[in-house]
């Protein structure tokens, strides 16, 4: 492989899709600093802003999918998605053309399933990531002509082809390893006091619901607590709602609609609520921190419960049921800032999930497919 490499990266909609995506390329142009790398995302969704920010190249094609629902406005969005779809195959296609790229890698979203399905069509080597124990209907449409399907979870043949799973691990950003390190600097940069306990509330990019009532109808209990600090991270959709509730005028609590220095929450923290949804486990694991999770209810398969039972079997986190966090969330929480001992057990086992490793693992694993279809194209010209 001595001519540059070109990499084509698509994931997006989600922190989930985008930040694992970033951590891939990350480590991509550490093994191979020549290789050029092209995003292909969905104009108007997170990753648009994120990706560049990472210091990638990004370009957008109009894309969404199935709207679920009844109303009216669902309908009409539907009944455009054929449409739609055809658009964003010919810019996709485009878009592949243009670039040639020697390997495409997905990471998730709906500008992922279109940017791998049109690579796979023009012949370019595919690689794929599943960070959950249950996959989606795109993976494994994908995964039918892929040439390597990197998962984070043991016994996904029962989805995919079994000779193309690797077992890799979910990736997370480089700065997140030896987080702990950096309690100083994460307490500074979120102006936090030391010698507080520190809670911090994760609701994911978008922010949950569930988290953010519970979070508001715990002011009388934090109100009593001023040796409690809490960071919440609200989500953007949800700040103009919650900003003024009276568990956000507390002087002990900083709402946020998003978290800029994650590594920082994380050192900071001294317990983490948050949803249980595959990234957030993976870092969770990588940084050591006691936990306390809360499946949604709103995801395929309700895959999330069963992510979060694999770490609560093994007493490496605790498990609220959404259904349950009004009334036990922050009573669990401020327990569990009370208990060192438990939180040490906690964080010595969630420390058994981390795949500390797991970007490089799935880089090396796409630089094999380049290497593969070089010696192929040697063999046949």
């Known amino acids: 492989m001595s001519?540059?490499?070109?990499?084509?990266?698509?994931?997006?909609?989600t922190g989930g899709h985008i930040f694992p995506a970033v951590a891939i390329a990350d480590a991509l142009r550490r093994l191979r600093p020549d290789a050029e790398f092209l995003f292909v995302g969905a104009n108007g969704r997170?990753?648009?802003e994120r990706?560049?920010?990472a210091g990638y190249r990004i370009v957008?094609?109009?894309?969404?999918?199935?709207?679920?629902?009844?109303?009216?406005?669902s309908l009409r969005q539907n009944l455009a998605l054929p449409f739609k779809l055809w658009r964003s195959w010919r810019a996709a296609r485009r878009i592949v053309r243009d670039f040639r790229p020697d390997v495409a890698i997905?990471?998730?979203?709906y500008a992922s399933w279109a940017a791998l399905r049109v690579?796979?069509?023009?012949?370019?080597?595919t690689l794929i990531h599943e960070a959950n124990s249950y996959a989606g209907i795109a993976n494994r449409q994908?995964?039918?002509?892929?040439?390597?399907v990197c998962v984070a979870y043991k016994g996904m043949e029962r989805y995919f082809p079994a000779g193309r799973v690797v077992f890799t691990g979910n990736p997370v950003r480089a700065d997140l390893v030896g987080a702990a390190a950096k309690r100083a600097e994460g307490l500074a940069f979120y102006g936090l006091a030391e010698g507080r306990k520190t809670l911090a509330v994760v609701g994911g990019s978008l922010g949950a619901r569930t988290l953010n009532e519970a979070m508001a109808q715990g002011a009388d209990r934090l109100a009593q607590?001023?040796?409690?600090?809490?960071?919440?991270?609200?989500?953007?959709?949800?700040?103009?709602?919650?900003?003024?509730?009276?568990?956000?005028?507390?002087?002990?609590?900083?709402?946020?609609?998003?978290?800029?220095?994650m590594d920082l929450l994380y050192a900071a923290a001294d317990v983490v609520i948050a949803r249980a949804g595959a990234l957030t486990i993976s870092e969770l694991a990588v940084v050591g921190k006691p936990a306390i999770l809360v499946p949604s209810p709103n995801v395929a398969e309700d895959h999330q419960t069963r992510n979060a039972q694999a770490l609560a079997e093994r007493n490496a986190a605790l498990l609220v049921p959404d259904a349950q966090a009004a009334g036990r969330l922050l009573n669990e929480a401020l327990a569990l800032l009370d208990d060192p001992q438990r939180q040490a057990v906690l964080r010595e086992n969630i420390q058994t999930f981390a795949r500390p490793d797991a970007a490089e693992a799935i880089a090396r694993e796409a630089l094999r497919l380049c290497e593969n279809d070089t010696q192929h194209d040697a063999q046949t010209s």
Do not use: K
């Open 3 to 13: 001519q540059q490499l070109r990499i084509l990266v698509s994931g997006g909609g």
């Open 46 to 48: 997170m990753e648009m």
């Open 51 to 53: 990706i560049p920010q």
């Open 60 to 73: 957008g094609i109009d894309i969404a999918g199935l709207q679920r629902g009844f109303s009216w406005s």
């Open 106 to 109: 997905g990471t998730g979203g």
């Open 119 to 125: 690579s796979q069509r023009l012949g370019v080597p």
């Open 142 to 148: 994908l995964a039918r002509r892929a040439q390597r």
């Open 225 to 261: 607590r001023p040796d409690v600090q809490v960071l919440w991270q609200c989500g953007r959709y949800y700040e103009t709602h919650y900003r003024d509730c009276a568990t956000a005028r507390l002087p002990n609590v900083q709402l946020r609609p998003f978290i800029e220095r």
